[in-house]
């Protein structure tokens, strides 16, 4: 019986610690002896030879990445064809598609190195398909010799076919029935298996369930036709946690606690069932700590005693592998149980780079130099083998030099399995169990249809053909195999070279310039708790000031107009610093911001955390350009000897700023820091709905550094706005809202006499995103939900008319609708929510009756439910002409219209007619089609493959054009200089003694 389990605490550990300091830790532990070296120096150099002298009849990865390394272009261009090409349902779409990407690579002429038939083939197929469609031909159009004779048809038949050549060597069947007949488990040496059902994570409920059906029947199916080998012979399933819930993420922890659980319970008592192998893939490193709560309730569950198959994997280039082997080991000695842990370095580690800078974190939670990841995973196999029998260690690497070296550790042949993909690794490990057939081997076996498993193949072609990649390396004969030899801690040296030097730390990715704004990361649970408590702690400020009067709106620019005298004087290297103290003063004050803009403004935590971090970027980076633009020397300009020719910005005088509710913090100092860098006076009114945060913010410049004379605020609504556009000494307005209100201002500003001022105005649009056949549905959407529904729709950028290719349309509405339907939508102060309420109940009302009529005119795809309040459920409404939108509608609601593969022109014409221009979204595999699109649109923004919100301050300069704005861009090079103006001063040098200086110049 297991002992009566005390409860663990959860998993914790730092999430991204120093990397110098765990190289110190681990050099010192890695010394092994002489002869110890040598051993592993012969037992590496014989598997690399046996890999390198391999060329079997279909050939596996490293032969692909021999054939076509994906530094080649030929090797992207596969990549993408194989990513895709299967799931385009129809031929106009994968003819475009596959000359796009044969017109990449030069198939033509590609001679094939390897006799490989996996790889002849497919460079046959290609090279055919090359051949007979030249680039700039289309099939449809200029019809080459070839292809009349056999048709698109048969070129597209080709190509499809060698992709699926391709990935069908990489899947053990397309069903668990076809996969276990060919594991063989009749043969004399049954080799152990174990079983992965292929597939992108869970967007949807029916996912999810489809998924567990899928573990179910394979379980089952995998069980029946066990032969009798106990434990740790038997065969396994391997099962991924985003596959099983839609929103496997660490804010939906109550949510994944009470549903996921259970489900992975049921499954991992069907394996037990059968006494199988049951291993919890590892996934990304924000969902560590959620696996590890899942895994630890589930493991715990009395159900399971008495069985030794649960397991789960560890990645060893996250910081915290060691932590983890620790804290599962505690869980196993708690219950009495044993367990089955699969050591891999990890297949995530571009992700997790970019998520962390994204995020701006203090550091990466995964090592950036491969060989502290190898020399990690040594220490970890180290710690597995020390807790045997409680663990049983699966070490699971096609490297060599890292087989060889845990072969050296083990000393003993059981206790541990070597664990390979099927399809990779298969000279090395032939060669391997040929030398120690005494060891024990498990492939990994990936079984779906070919759709899904080409996602998997690029991935794993994409992790297994980087430079640093032992399969790579193996693969290019080039490499010496005494490279390949070199030990991790030899390359390390000592802990100062622990950090990749051309990987910035997230916080310094600007350079020098800039310093990233800090981000939390909602996968450490410390730090989301923290950040939770503090605020709930925060207390509210005081109420804000009275509404402005016109006698005070008068006042302010009279005090403005004086302020300027001295702002102006400022020099721009003092005002840049004090935009700078300004921003540090916010990432002190992050919390208090964070709770304002949550009660004030209704946002979730992550819209708020943004927003802070957003408009820290603004001070950071007009402070960075106002250095160079305002430079008090002005810059030189070329002209003639004996005259000197300076050009200088300077400020205009006295700037109006009028922002949205939307953004009450970010676009309200975006507005004013860039004014006052720009060295005019600023009087700031900010939207009647977010006066505290305005508030707080002017405080916040004022305390930086920023007179109170050359900053004054103006509170109040529309007519108060009106009241100081209109005033005779304003010398500027910048202005975010509304296209009407814009008008509105340019005409008052066109009505007064004096000087012609500038406006600067950003307004909305109809933003669309257009979506062929060849878009990962996923993705796609994961992209639109965000896009759409993200901050109650809320934002300019927002997503409100979607284009789907009709051959696919219906797939893509299910999922979107579906994803939809995860949200939650209620108290944003929780950070569960997806969605917040909607700013008041003037806007829910304006919703509300939109709604309402499309509900009569539009096929209703999805209605969400909204609690009380003002809240406004996400909306999915299929319209039968993209002209049935006629206007911004600011909310969580998505218009979607169908278009024919060849109509392409139509949705273009539809989105031009709009007149509008900000944002604009394009899910394609297809480059051509993309350039066409960017190229066609005179749309501000362009997001291609992503989602089309959160433009990044320096990265993304956002702003549009026609109905949606003036420009130039905010956050962008050229906003700074709208708001000055310029002076030219020429000298004529020689005008007293002549030119001295050219005189001077000697022959
Ligand atoms: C049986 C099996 C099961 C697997 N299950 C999982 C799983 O559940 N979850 C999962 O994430 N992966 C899983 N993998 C994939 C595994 O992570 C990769 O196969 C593995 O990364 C390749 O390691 P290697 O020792 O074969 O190759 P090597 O080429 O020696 O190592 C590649 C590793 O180095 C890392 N790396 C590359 N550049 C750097 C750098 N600059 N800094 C730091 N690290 C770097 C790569 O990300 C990769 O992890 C599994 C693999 C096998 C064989």
Redesign the pocket.
């Known amino acids: 019986m297991p002992a009566d389990p005390s409860p663990l605490p959860p998993f914790s550990a730092p999430y991204a610690p120093d990397d110098a300091a765990i190289a110190a830790r681990l050099l010192g532990a890695a010394k092994l002896g002489a002869a110890q070296e040598a051993r592993i120096d012969r037992s590496a150099r014989r598997l690399i030879e046996a890999i390198r002298a391999n060329d079997d009849p279909l050939g596996g990865v490293e032969d692909m990445l021999r054939e076509f390394a994906l530094s080649t272009k030929e090797g992207l261009a596969l990549m993408v064809l194989a990513e895709a090409l299967l799931r385009v349902p129809d031929a106009r779409t994968a003819d475009e598609f596959i000359e796009d990407r044969l017109g990449q690579g030069d198939f033509v002429h590609h001679e094939t190195k390897s006799s490989a038939f996996l790889v002849n083939a497919s460079a046959w197929a290609l090279g055919m398909s090359a051949r007979v469609i030249q680039p700039g031909e289309t099939p449809h159009g200029t019809i080459g010799r070839l292809t009349k004779r056999l048709g698109a048809p048969a070129v597209r038949a080709a190509t499809r076919q060698a992709m699926r050549l391709m990935g069908s060597h990489f899947v053990l069947g397309e069903t668990i029935e076809a996969a276990l007949a060919r594991a063989q488990p009749n043969s004399a040496h049954p080799p152990r298996y174990?079983f992965d059902m292929l597939g992108e994570g869970a967007r949807t409920t029916e996912d999810a369930t489809r998924y567990f059906k899928a573990y179910a029947s394979a379980i089952e199916a995998i069980g029946r036709a066990a032969d009798d080998r106990p434990l740790p012979g038997r065969p396994g399933i391997s099962v991924k946690l985003s596959a099983l819930h839609p929103r496997f993420e660490a804010v939906s922890h109550g949510r994944v606690m009470s549903e996921l659980v259970p489900r992975l319970i049921d499954l991992a008592k069907r394996a037990k069932a059968f006494d199988l192998n049951f291993t919890v893939?590892?996934?990304e490193a924000d969902r560590l700590e959620l696996s590890l709560d899942v895994i630890a309730a589930a493991f715990g569950d009395a159900s399971l005693a008495g069985w030794d198959g649960f397991g789960l994997?560890i990645?060893a280039?996250q910081k915290r592998a060691g932590d983890v082997i620790d804290y599962v080991d505690s869980l196993a000695r708690g219950l009495n149980r044993r367990m089955m842990l699969?050591l891999?370095?990890?297949?995530?580690?571009d992700t997790e780079i970019k998520r962390a800078q994204e995020r701006g974190l203090d550091g990466y939670p995964?090592?950036?130099?491969?060989a502290?990841?190898?020399l990690n995973y040594i220490a970890c196999a180290r710690k597995l083998l020390s807790l045997r029998p409680r663990i049983f260690p699966q070490f699971?690497?096609?490297?060599a030099l890292?087989v060889a070296t845990i072969l050296e550790l083990t000393g003993e042949s059981t206790g541990f399995e070597f664990?390979?993909?099927h399809g990779m690794g298969e000279a090395l490990y032939a060669q391997l169990s040929e030398d120690r057939p005494d060891l024990a081997y498990r492939t990994?076996a990936p079984v779906g249809s070919h759709r899904d498993l080409l996602a998997y193949l690029v991935r794993r072609l994409l992790?297994?053909g980087?430079n640093?990649?032992?399969?790579a390396l193996a693969a290019d004969e080039s490499v010496p195999v005494a490279t390949l030899l070199r030990r991790p801690a030899e390359i390390i040296g000592a802990p100062d070279g622990a950090r990749?030097p051309n990987i910035p730390l997230p916080r310094d990715l600007y350079g020098l310039q800039r310093m990233n704004s800090r981000g939390i990361e909602f996968g450490e649970r410390a730090a989301l708790h923290r950040l939770v408590s503090e605020i709930a702690a925060t207390a509210a400020p005081a109420a804000a000031s009275a509404n402005a009067t016109p006698a005070d709106a008068n006042a302010s620019i009279a005090a403005a107009r004086d302020g300027f005298k001295h702002w102006s004087r400022t020099p721009a290297e003092m005002r840049a610093t004090i935009l700078e103290k300004a921003a540090d003063l916010l990432e002190q004050r992050a919390v208090p911001f964070i709770a304002l803009l949550q009660r004030e403004g209704g946002k979730t935590l992550d819209d708020a955390l943004s927003e802070v971090r957003e408009a820290i970027d603004y001070c950071r980076y007009y402070a960075a350009q106002g250095r160079k633009l305002f430079e008090d020397g002005g810059e030189s300009m070329p002209g003639p000897t004996g005259e000197s020719n300076v050009l200088k910005l300077r400020g205009r005088g006295v700037f109006v700023a009028i922002s949205p509710w939307n953004f009450p913090l970010a676009i309200f100092l975006g507005q004013v820091t860039a004014a006052l860098m720009a060295g005019n006076s600023v009087v700031a009114k900010p939207a009647e709905q977010t006066p505290l945060i305005a508030a707080e913010a002017i405080k916040l410049l004022h305390e930086a550094g920023v007179p109170a004379s050359a900053l004054l605020l103006a509170q109040g609504d529309g007519r108060i706005g009106a009241d100081l556009t209109a005033h005779p000494d304003v010398a500027g307005v910048v202005f975010t809202g509304s296209t009407e209100v814009a008008r509105a201002i340019n005409r008052a500003l066109a009505a007064k006499d004096g000087p012609i001022v500038p406006l600067i105005a950003e307004t909305g649009g109809i933003n669309a995103m257009i979506v062929d056949a060849t878009a990962l549905p996923e993705q796609v959407a994961d992209d639109v939900v965000t896009s759409a529904f993200r901050s109650a729709g809320q934002r300019c950028s927002a997503l409100r008319l979607l284009f789907l290719q009709d051959d696919v349309a219906d797939r893509m509405i299910e999922m979107i609708a579906g994803a939809a339907r995860e949200l939650r939508i209620g108290d944003p102060s929780d950070p569960a929510t997806h969605i917040g309420p909607v700013i008041d109940a003037e806007a829910k009302q304006r919703l509300d009756e939109h709604i309402a009529r499309m509900k009569q005119a539009a096929r209703v795809h999805f209605a969400g439910t909204a609690p009380e309040g003002n809240f406004v459920a996400p909306h999915i409404f299929e319209l039968s002409d993209a002209g049935k939108l006629t206007e911004e509608v600011f909310g969580p609601v998505l218009h979607v219209v169908r278009y024919r593969a060849d109509a392409l022109g139509g949705v273009l014409q539809a989105i031009e007619r709009s007149g509008y221009g900000l944002t604009l979204g394009i899910h394609s595999r297809i480059d051509d089609t993309i350039e066409d699109v960017v190229d066609r649109l005179q749309v501000g923004n362009i997001y291609v493959n992503r989602n089309m919100i959160g433009a990044v301050v320096g990265v993304q300069p956002f702003g549009g054009s026609g109905l949606s704005g003036t420009g130039p861009k905010a956050g962008g090079p050229h906003y700074l200089a709208r708001f000055a103006t310029e002076q030219t001063v020429t000298v004529n040098t020689a005008a007293a003694g002549g030119n001295a200086a050219l005189m001077a110049g000697g022959e």
Do not use: C, I, P
């Open positions: 174990s893939d590892a996934e994997a990645q280039y699969r891999v370095k990890g297949a995530y580690w995964v090592f950036t130099r491969k502290m990841t190898d699971a690497t096609h490297n890292t664990q390979r993909l990994y992790e297994n980087a640093s990649s032992f399969v990749h």
